[in-house]
């Protein structure tokens, strides 16, 4: 069981929006910024988000993050069938840490 | 181009210990501002970091892991060596190394994150 708490399931229908929630403590996102990763099937995970809220080059702006205390947000809006993948928060607490994963389905 | 590649056993059996060799291009290993980490993730299940290290030999391990990983770096052959001992049947995953790269945040002080992965290699531990 991980530190960080995700919802192991997540779906919406295309261009809807969905949220992603990461629940921690003071001792991770409390004190620590928060990564989100994308993990389509069959690949390697590839950063969605870094430092809560920042999107690296090429990742569409339909993705954004937000932190608030010790807990932290994924949001995807626009959803489309190429998005159904796992999502991976993750922080540093005494080592770094991921989530449980949400599993993301587009009905 | 930034890649990295794992290699090593696709099988070891049980109280062996596992080396794993991630071959990295496009970046070096001696840039300061430039790691790499390891991570694996056992068949249907969650990620789970396991260390890291950079160009001025800085090393960090999973706390419960540390006793049995051990993280190494030639620079001149662009290579990241990973060492788990007593290895488990529950240690069965699939091994990834990653570029780590530092940020600062005001508030948080010294961050990292993983921009660029290997495809990974699937490691079985069985007798």
């Known amino acids: 069981q991980s530190v960080l708490t995700q919802p192991p399931s997540a779906s919406g229908t295309p261009g809807q929006r969905v949220t992603i929630s990461c629940s921690g403590s003071s001792s991770n996102i409390g004190s620590n910024t928060v990564n989100w990763y994308q993990q389509l099937p069959g690949t390697a995970p590839k950063l969605l988000i870094y430092s809560n809220n920042q999107r690296p080059s090429g990742v569409p702006d339909r993705f954004s993050g937000s932190k608030s205390g010790t807990s932290a947000s994924l949001a995807i809006s626009g959803l489309q069938s190429e998005d159904e993948a796992d999502y991976y928060c993750?922080?540093?607490?005494?080592?770094?840490?991921f989530g449980g994963g949400t599993k993301l389905t587009v009905l | 181009q930034v890649t990295l590649k794992e290699s090593g056993p696709v099988l070891v059996k049980p109280t062996e210990t596992l080396t794993l060799t991630c071959t990295v291009s496009g970046f070096s290993l001696s840039n300061a501002r430039m790691g790499v980490s390891w991570i694996r993730q056992p068949p249907g299940k969650a990620l789970e970091w396991l260390a890291h290290?950079?160009?001025?030999?800085?090393?960090s391990y999973s706390t419960s892991l540390k006793s049995r990983l051990t993280i190494s770096k030639d620079t001149s052959k662009s290579q990241v060596v990973l060492t788990m001992t007593n290895m488990d049947p529950v240690d069965t995953a699939t091994y990834y190394c990653?570029?780590?790269?530092?940020?600062?945040?005001?508030?948080?002080?010294?961050?990292?994150?993983?921009?660029?992965w290997g495809q990974g290699t699937l490691v079985t531990v069985s007798s």
């Open positions: 993750a922080a540093w607490d005494d080592s770094l840490i």
């Open positions: 990653a570029r780590t790269l530092p940020y600062y945040d005001f508030w948080s002080g010294l961050q990292y994150y993983f921009d660029y």
């Open positions: 290290i950079f160009s001025n030999d800085e090393k």
